[in-house]
């Protein structure tokens, strides 16, 4: 089994910041990458941005320049770091990661159960 636990959400004013940490445990072989995905009310979940093992990112254009993704302290965790926050950032913020529990290269995807960001005045 494999756990992925997000923290670090809450409300903020336009123009804040905010940090998000996952947490991902379990019979974990080996992660080829984590990030992070949104979904906002009545909209589609979409990605925000993610971090290979290699150290590669990637992120959606409307969040570059102001979000960061990077490694956490811990071992199998990342975080989103969060500037200029808007209000069109409002929305669910889920944790996902590729994961191998097996040793044989196979890699599936796991989510967290989200956590809220609320960017309002």
């Known amino acids: 089994q494999v756990r992925l636990v997000e923290s670090g959400g809450g409300l903020v004013q336009p123009g804040g910041s905010l940090r998000l940490s996952c947490a991902a445990s379990?019979?974990?072989?080996?992660?080829?990458?984590m990030g992070w995905h949104r979904q906002a009310p009545g909209k589609q979940r979409e990605l925000v941005a993610t971090?290979?093992?290699?150290?590669?990112?990637n992120y959606a254009d409307s969040v570059k320049g102001r979000f960061t993704a990077s490694r956490g302290d811990a071992e199998n965790t990342v975080a989103l770091h969060m500037n200029s926050l808007k209000p069109e950032d409002t929305a669910v913020y889920y944790c996902?990661?590729?994961?191998?529990?097996?040793?044989?290269?196979?890699?599936?995807?796991?989510w967290g159960q989200g956590t809220q960001v609320t960017v309002s005045s």
């Open positions: 996902n990661a590729q994961i191998d529990t097996t040793a044989r290269g196979v890699y599936r995807d796991y």
């Open positions: 379990g019979s974990i072989f080996r992660i080829y990458a």
């Open positions: 971090f290979t093992n290699g150290g590669s990112t």
